[in-house]
């Protein structure tokens, strides 16, 4: 067995100087001459210094020139000259020639020699790009199967750096013996089928790498191998570097026409065929932004959508691209902004800024004028008076959180603001036939109204509110200059409300609470959770800690905007909870804090009514190897030869109005247990509901899982709650639970579906 170990190294050799072999010199600078020396190298290859004396020409430096393409990559320095040497893959040492010369003055020829390495193998590593490699693994003195790979550097290192080659070897093995045992097979049928990792024949690999990093260190390694996975030889390896992102050199040109108050035809014309992308942003936008940062956004953006499956090729573009976005703002400033980009998803220029755009007004055709004003300020909410001089304009009212607002002016946030009331006229926010035309709150003549209880919007205590009105006509466009009023909400102050509760409908599953507090005009906040929970928040005389009890609703239980759930007066509401629990209602006056101290009422809840109906289903299932049923029907099971494929009847009787059954793992992952697994039965989507049959593909041999089944009569009273757990096991012998493949999709029937873990 060779040197254990083999690494990359760093040899020169110097020998007897070589005297100049040929000099034209130029008369202004006096007799020149380039001394250099051959030089030896080992068999393993590495960087090679040549040291060089330019004579007669200070200042400048050589040019060299070699016809062999295993020395590569010169880099002519001040007094050296260094390149790299390949690993030599034969049994003999080889030689080639290096020309050093100054222009067309003076040059001299050296020889440089490459003995044979003492190595098993040698690795020779071609870079093709920033993406990519090819690496040639070669057995020099071993004759055998040998196992190869690349990995990034910083992992080879763990083991480099405590000379534990050893624990490389046994980590080596151990996956693969993962990876063989996930495909069914045995270590030696794995290994001799995969070309990507192993050289059954002993034969030299020219594998190419194309899933690489740019910019990143790696070690391509081998050693042998037998199939069994005996290790026959030491490890060799070596080092290598992906290249840098290449750049590209493409400009662009803008062509922007049609410009409407809402949309554009935006052409954009690279100088190449390179791949790019642009975007278009607002001026009010773009003012938080730079164009490195909108450039980092959209390409985060776009990583996503390739991370869920998307086409790369399909999103960036190459040649000329245009598009015509028909929901822009009117009277806005658009800047486009383009960069280079490879097929990898990253940026090959500096973003650039190729122009702008802006869309048409919607003019100001009214002169009508607002004269603004808050007779009454509460906690959470404000009194509105609005004077149009016109009565006849139609106009909205919108009092906005100073603190959303930020730096946008007066217009662009009465753009926006139209912008968002579209948006929600296009879902259908308002109700079906709901437009500008007809909302409810655009009005005439002069109006009161409440911000939140007429206008539906939010407010909290202490906060500044910008409100803004402007007029609107019957299509959204904006008719008026844009009047603004900025009114502070009053600060907190404590409140005497209390509250009453009553269990409107008992449910397992879903309560019916009713929360009645003692005053009708202030807001409240209430949440249902296990008392064990709350408990956690509890004082040592047993009351409730209001503050962090407070602080959790509003950060976990209202994900911060706890203003949208704040309610007025008395309510009923269904909530959740799971079946034989103590769970508590805690509730208290709200106004951007709690304005009273927490109230709690404890309820235990039913069990679930298991037994109550005659209803049930017989369920019969079947588990199949994948890999059975694609011999016999290869085009419907292709991809699934590693999966258990299981197949499911249902035969409900008389008294089922509706039945439910699905796979899902076992009980002990899910908190609720039981309680879970019912609305998860009952989701159509993911399970099997009301139907004769079903199927599941995708599920892992070796790995356990729950079936199961319950059916309810026509008044909604359930049956018997039926629970099994299964291993799908591929593998003959004890514990082998696989029935005989059959064609049961060769009569489908009409109700039933097929679905995927």
Excluded at 38 to 55: F, H, Q, R, S, V
Excluded at 462 to 477: A, C, E, L, P, Q
Excluded at 488 to 514: C, G, K, Y
Aim: charged share 20%; with cysteine; glycine share 6%.
């Amino acid at each position: 067995m060779k040197r254990l170990f083999n690494i990359i190294t760093l040899f020169t050799v110097l020998f007897a100087a070589v005297e100049l072999t040929s000099c034209n010199n130029d008369p202004s600078v006096g007799e020149m001459k380039i001394v250099a020396s051959d030089a030896e190298m080992n068999g393993l290859g590495g960087k090679l210094n040549i040291p060089y004396t330019l004579n007669g020409a200070d200042g400048v430096k050589p040019s060299v020139e070699c016809s062999d393409s295993w020395i590569r990559n010169f880099k002519v320095y001040d007094t050296i000259i260094q390149c790299d040497v390949e690993a030599n893959p034969t049994k003999e040492a080889r030689s080639t020639t290096i020309t050093i010369f100054y222009e067309r003055y003076c040059s001299t020829t050296i020889t440089v020699t490459q003995g044979v390495a003492d190595s098993d193998f040698v690795i020779n590593v071609t870079p093709t790009g920033a993406y990519s490699s090819l690496v040639n693994y070669v057995p020099i003195n071993y004759e055998g199967p040998f196992f190869f790979l690349v990995v990034d550097k910083s992992y080879f290192e763990m083991y480099q750096l405590t000379n534990n080659f050893e624990a490389l070897y046994e980590d080596d093995i151990e996956w693969l013996y993962e990876l063989a045992e996930h495909y069914g097979m045995s270590l030696e049928e794995y290994l001799g089928l995969n070309k990507q990792l192993f050289s059954a024949d002993g034969s030299e690999v020219l594998m190419p790498y194309s899933d690489l990093d740019p910019q990143t260190s790696y070690v391509a390694y081998c050693y042998g191998m037998d199939l069994d996975g005996t290790r026959k030889t030491d490890i060799c390896f070596c080092e290598f570097t992906t290249e840098i992102i290449a750049t590209s050199d493409i400009e662009f040109t803008l062509s922007v026409e049609n410009i409407t108050s809402n949309s554009a035809s935006i052409t954009v014309t690279p100088s190449n065929d390179d791949y790019y992308y642009w975007t278009y942003i607002s001026e009010m936008d773009y003012a938080k932004y730079d164009d490195y940062a909108v450039m980092v956004n959209m390409i985060s953006n776009i990583a996503a959508q390739v991370a869920n499956g998307a086409d790369l090729l399909s999103i960036i573009h190459s040649g000329t691209s245009s598009q015509t976005p028909t929901q822009l703002w009117s009277g806005t400033k658009y800047h486009i902004i383009a960069w280079g980009m490879d097929s990898r998803c990253n940026a090959t220029t500096t973003p650039v800024n190729i122009g702008s755009f802006t869309t048409v007004s919607g003019g100001i055709i009214d002169d009508c004028t607002f004269a603004i004003s808050c007779p009454e300020v509460k906690q959470t909410d404000i009194l509105i008076n609005v004077k149009p001089s016109n009565a006849d304009t139609r106009y909205m009212i919108c009092p906005v959180e100073d603190g959303i607002c930020g730096a946008y002016g007066d217009e662009q946030m009465a753009q926006r603001l139209i912008n968002m009331e579209q948006a929600r006229f296009d879902e259908a926010f308002y109700g079906a036939g709901v437009n500008w035309s007809n909302a409810e709150w655009i009005f005439t003549g002069e109006q009161t109204v409440w911000g939140r209880a007429d206008l539906d919007w939010t407010f909290e205590a202490g906060k500044t509110y910008r409100i803004y009105v402007f007029g609107v006509d019957h299509n959204g466009s904006r008719t008026t200059a844009v009047a603004r009023y900025d009114q502070q909400a009053a600060e907190v102050e404590p409140s005497n409300m209390t509250f009453q509760v009553e269990l409107v409908q008992n449910s397992w599953d879903h309560p019916i609470i009713r929360v009645i507090p003692s005053v009708d005009n202030e807001y409240w906040v209430a949440c249902v959770m296990k008392t064990e929970y709350v408990d956690w928040y509890r004082n040592e005389d047993g009351t409730i800690n209001d503050h962090e009890m407070m602080h959790m609703l509003d950060e976990e239980y209202f994900d911060g905007q706890a203003k949208y759930y704040a309610k007025m007066g008395t309510d009923e509401s269904s909530y959740y909870w799971s079946s034989d629990s103590l769970y508590s209602l805690v509730v208290c006056g709200w106004s951007g804090t709690n304005t009273t101290r927490f109230f709690e009422f404890q309820f235990e809840t039913p069990s679930i009514p298991w037994n109550e109906s005659e209803a049930g289903v017989d369920v019969k299932y079947y588990l199949f190897n994948g890999a059975d049923l694609a011999k016999l029907e290869p085009m419907m099971w292709a991809g699934y030869e590693d999966n258990c494929i299981i197949y499911i009847e249902y035969t409900p009787n008389e008294q089922a109005a509706h039945w439910y059954g699905g796979v899902w793992l076992p009980l002990e992952y899910y908190e609720l247990g039981v309680d879970h697994l019912i609305p998860l039965l009952k989701n159509d989507t993911v399970s099997h509901v009301d139907q004769s049959w079903g199927r599941y593909s995708g599920c892992v041999f070796d790995t356990t899982y729950s079936l199961s089944w319950f059916a309810e009569d026509a008044e909604g009273k359930f049956g018997e709650w039926n629970y099994i757990e299964f291993t799908p096991t591929r593998t003959e012998g004890e514990g082998y639970n696989m029935s005989e493949p059959f064609k049961f999709w060769e009569n489908p029937h009409q109700n039933g579906t097929f679905m995927v873990l």
